[in-house]
């Protein structure tokens, strides 16, 4: 399942990049990507790392829970996997934020192309971190026992 998540991460960066060069204006100058692409990015993904990172710790206390109940330590990958994740969430929100600041800096205001490129690169930061969310929201799933 991650191979084609991010199999739709490479393609759209590269159809964005294409878009970039080729037709600046679709990706600088449309208003809803204006309004969008700013503080409201950053605060969408605060909140999908907040509830990510609190079902991170979940997480680990069912692992601990199963592990005490079996007498076995066996969710030390899926504990470093878990984990590996929280830090991939906390650095695609640093890269945003530094996205939106180079792209908010005097020397890239005038040129389409360039705000197209940081405006493409705030999307794919998006939508990696929801593929991140999706990725633990699954292990919650499976970790849920069913009624």
């Known amino acids: 399942m991650k191979i084609i998540y991010w199999t739709l991460v490479i393609v759209l960066a590269g159809v964005f990049v294409g878009l970039s060069v080729c037709q600046p204006t679709i990706l600088a100058r449309k208003e809803f990507l204006k309004g969008f692409i700013n503080q409201e990015v950053l605060s969408i993904m605060s909140v999908m790392m907040t509830i990510s990172i609190t079902s991170i710790a979940t997480i680990h206390i069912w692992f601990n829970e199963l592990e005490d109940k079996h007498g076995k330590?066996?969710?030390?990958?899926?504990?470093?996997?878990?984990?590996?994740?929280?830090?991939?969430?906390?650095?695609?929100?640093?890269?945003?934020?530094?996205?939106?600041?180079?792209?908010?800096?005097?020397?890239?205001?005038?040129?389409?192309?360039?705000?197209?490129?940081?405006?493409?690169?705030?999307?794919?930061?998006?939508?990696?971190?929801?593929?991140?969310?999706?990725?633990?929201?699954?292990?919650?799933?499976?970790?849920?026992?069913?009624?």
């Open 73 to 147: 330590k066996v969710f030390g990958a899926a504990r470093r996997e878990i984990n590996q994740t929280a830090f991939y969430l906390v650095g695609l929100f640093v890269a945003q934020l530094a996205c939106l600041i180079i792209r908010s800096m005097p020397i890239f205001s005038g040129n389409e192309t360039s705000v197209s490129l940081f405006n493409g690169l705030s999307l794919i930061l998006l939508l990696a971190s929801v593929i991140s969310l999706l990725d633990i929201i699954g292990v919650v799933r499976a970790l849920t026992p069913s009624d």
